[in-house]
């Protein structure tokens, strides 16, 4: 049990275009979601965390109105780069965290999306 | 400050010796959770072992074994007969008990190789 799934795995566009990625728990409610950003050989940097039908809480330095981000059910959480740039090329992966998860694996993530930008 | 440090950003091992993965961490909190992530080439975050603040034991799963020296604030990663499929990047992480989101916070990552 407890599986993250994400899509899609890989995407490819053109500058200034958007892109939208989807996290879903497949077999959990998830009451929380956060959204990571990965840089080649990098850690994963925290962007956001949503709370299932409340507005998500961004990390310092995170653009909100270039990461738009959705958790309109307790399955789905949205992650749209607006307006994309070749900088925004990169890993994201998202985890979430479920109700009554015991408190040594709470986090379940996604096998992550790809995004070049070009 | 909540912080996360890995100084190894490169280790080698021999096929079948154990490696030690060095984590140390900075806190205030008295109750903190650590964890390790194994990442491979193919990006999947694949946990392995978890250490809570206040267990008095060192926590292990298998050949995984975890360090923890609280005074020090150190959680190294001790992974016993090493595979060739050991061969990834390996994340410590922290979430702190002041959190009420669980995020976690990661450290710079470890990659390992292991020589047949």
């Known amino acids: 049990g407890a599986v993250v799934s994400q899509h899609p795995s890989w995407v490819i566009c053109k500058s200034g275009t958007s892109v939208k990625i989807e996290c879903r728990s497949l077999?959990?409610?998830?009451?929380?979601m956060f959204w990571y950003r990965q840089f080649p050989k990098q850690s994963l940097m925290l962007m956001a965390t949503?709370?299932?039908?409340?507005?998500?809480?961004?990390e310092q330095g995170v653009e909100k109105d270039k990461f738009l981000i959705n958790h309109a059910s307790l399955t789905l959480s949205t992650l749209t780069v607006t307006s994309a740039h070749p900088e925004d090329s990169s890993f994201y992966i998202c985890?979430?965290?479920?109700?009554?998860?015991?408190?040594?694996?709470?986090?379940?993530f996604g096998p992550g999306t790809r995004l070049t930008v070009l | 400050a909540q912080k996360i440090t890995q100084t190894q950003p490169g280790m080698f091992v021999q096929e079948k010796e154990a490696v030690t993965l060095d984590c140390t961490y900075d806190?205030?909190?008295?109750?903190?959770?650590l964890f390790w992530y194994k990442q491979p080439s193919s990006g999947e975050m694949i946990f392995l072992i978890y250490?809570?603040?206040?267990?008095?034991q060192n926590a292990t799963e298998g050949r995984y074994s975890l360090n923890f020296q609280k005074a020090r604030k150190s959680a190294n990663l001790v992974i016993s007969a090493s595979q060739l499929g050991d061969s990834a990047m390996y994340f410590c992480?922290?979430?702190?008990?002041?959190?009420?989101?669980?995020?976690?916070?990661f450290g710079q990552g470890t990659t390992l190789q292991v020589k047949p």
């Open positions: 985890s979430a965290r479920g109700i009554s998860f015991p408190e040594n694996n709470e986090q379940f």
């Open positions: 806190t205030s909190d008295q109750s903190y959770g």
């Open positions: 077999d959990f409610q998830a009451t929380t």
């Open positions: 949503s709370n299932e039908g409340s507005k998500a809480t961004y």
């Open positions: 992480a922290m979430r702190p008990g002041s959190s009420n989101t669980g995020k976690l916070i």
């Open positions: 250490q809570g603040s206040y267990d008095e």
